[in-house]
């Protein structure tokens, strides 16, 4: 956990994708607050969350190979 908490992309994109799938689930059940927002802003809020855990596992994982090979 304290990982993840060291690198801010990791919990820009956990906290897109969560808000977005809430206001989704939201909408989808009907509840009125959540109903006046709009499908749109929902989608582009989860298509941008998880491009950006993309991103970061991306970024995560160049980082751990160029250790490896630091190491050699």
Do not use: C, Q
């Not at 607050?33 to 995560?60: H, K, M, P, Q, V």
């Not at 160049?62 to 050699?72: D, G, P, Q, T, V």
């Amino acid at each position: 956990m304290r990982k993840i908490i060291g690198k801010p992309v990791w919990i820009v994109g956990i906290l897109l994708l969560v808000s977005s799938l809430l206001f989704l689930i939201g909408y989808a059940v009907g509840i009125s607050y959540f109903r006046n927002s709009e499908l749109g802003w929902i989608i582009t809020t989860l298509i941008a969350g998880i491009i950006t855990l993309i991103a970061a596992f991306i970024n995560d994982y160049l980082e751990k190979k160029k250790a490896r090979s630091k190491i050699r």
